[in-house]
């Protein structure tokens, strides 16, 4: 799975541009990003790449390079 491609659908969720997400990225800055669309964000990741969340990991997403490490977590290779 491209990286570009997990961005594309975190940003699209959370109504950013796919640009202002780096690994970094703090997600309590995103006026968007809540409980709302964490849930959004754990349906449309497992429906479209088979990326599973756990509430746990929903509590624990702190920064955009977390949904890239949970993907990771699970085998998913992250390509450029």
């Given at each position: ?72 977590s ?7």
């Open positions: 799975m491209k990286k570009s491609d997990l961005k594309a659908v975190v940003a699209e969720l959370i109504e950013v541009e796919p640009a202002d997400l780096e690994p970094d990225t703090d997600l309590s800055t995103i006026d968007t990003f809540d409980s709302v669309s964490v849930l959004g964000l754990i349906v449309s990741l497992d429906d479209q790449f088979g990326i599973k969340m756990s509430s746990l990991d929903a509590q624990n997403l702190k920064h955009y390079g977390d949904f890239e490490k949970i993907a990771l699970q085998g998913i290779e992250l390509t450029d």
